[in-house]
């Protein structure tokens, strides 16, 4: 005999206990949100520290998926690079022959400044890095912009820190667990970074848009002191950043404030250098007379 088309529920225990799971899975759901809202109100610090656990905990998901994707993208990058190898190799000739006349240029550029330096003895105080650790993972939508760093509290990471790569600023450190920290990106809506132009020496505060994009905003009153393709590097001003770190190009000028992009992309770097807090020099006040 056929079994009936419409058949009830009840006569099936797969179909029970998966419903039984079901519900005993979003009633624990709902307790463990109330009970972490609850923490989060009445102790700001516990609460603190159990984001440092969930940080730890998925940092090692975030770099096995990010290993998985850029080990995809490497072979496709290197299977075209096969069938174009004889363009790239002609392209590439070219190439060192114009960076081997600009290596020469720079060498007597880098001689000139030392001897200017020692002839107007200036000495610059840079704070030595902290650690470099990897990235394991960054967000690439949303107002919200975050990295993962693989390096926590154990490694001395504090809260506040910048990081940055060769190619310019990241960001700072947002917060940190035992053994992995969170980067606020400069692109995030809550990053604010005081920048320079060295063109003209245009003081201006910089932010993030949340779309992946920088807003510059100058600080002096008047017609627009920003171009297309103007470096903004940071100023200093304030602390935490230590100036002359290259941040980002302007892609375009809407009367006093420009659009720019970081010049650094977390997608793409494997690597970052995490500093200590910059702290800019006191300058010394003169001796006064004593009564």
Not at 45 to 70: E, M, N, P
Not at 93 to 113: C, G, P, S, T
Not at 141 to 168: H, I, K, N, W, Y
Not at 218 to 238: E, I, K, N, P, Q
Request: hydrophobic share 45%; aromatic share 6%.
């Amino acid at each position: 005999m056929a079994a009936p088309r419409h058949r009830r529920r009840g006569f099936s225990r797969r179909v029970q206990y998966g419903l039984f799971a079901g519900y005993v899975i979003a009633v624990v759901g709902i307790v463990v949100a109330a009970a972490m809202v609850l923490v989060a109100h009445f102790d700001p610090r516990a609460f603190a520290t159990a984001r440092g656990v969930a940080i730890d905990a998925g940092a090692g998901l975030t770099g096995v998926a990010r290993i998985g994707v850029r080990t995809l993208s490497d072979a496709g990058t290197e299977i075209g690079a096969y069938f174009d190898a004889a363009n790239q190799n002609a392209q590439l000739k070219r190439d060192l022959a114009v960076e081997r006349r600009h290596a020469i240029a720079a060498k007597a550029l880098i001689l000139e400044n030392t001897r200017l330096k020692k002839l107007a003895l200036v000495v610059e105080h840079l704070p030595p890095p902290l650690l470099s650790g990897r990235l394991i993972g960054s967000t690439i939508s949303g107002q919200r912009r975050f990295a993962t760093l693989a390096a926590g509290s154990t490694d001395g990471v504090r809260p506040g820190m910048p990081v940055r790569s060769v190619e310019g600023l990241i960001g700072r450190v947002y917060e940190t667990g035992l053994f992995a920290s969170r980067i606020l990106l400069l692109t995030d809506g809550d990053s604010a970074v005081p920048v320079r132009m060295p063109r003209n020496g245009v003081a201006a505060l910089m932010s993030g848009r949340g779309d992946g994009s920088l807003e510059i905003r100058g600080l002096t009153a008047g017609g627009s002191t920003f171009r297309r393709g103007d470096l903004a590097v940071t100023s200093g001003t304030g602390g935490i950043y230590a100036p002359n770190i290259p941040v980002a190009v302007i892609t375009a000028v809407q009367g006093d404030r420009a659009v720019a992009y970081p010049l650094a992309d977390p997608a793409a770097v494997d690597f970052a250098t995490v500093y200590p807090i910059y702290q800019p020099p006191v300058e010394e006040q003169p001796a006064q007379p004593k009564p």
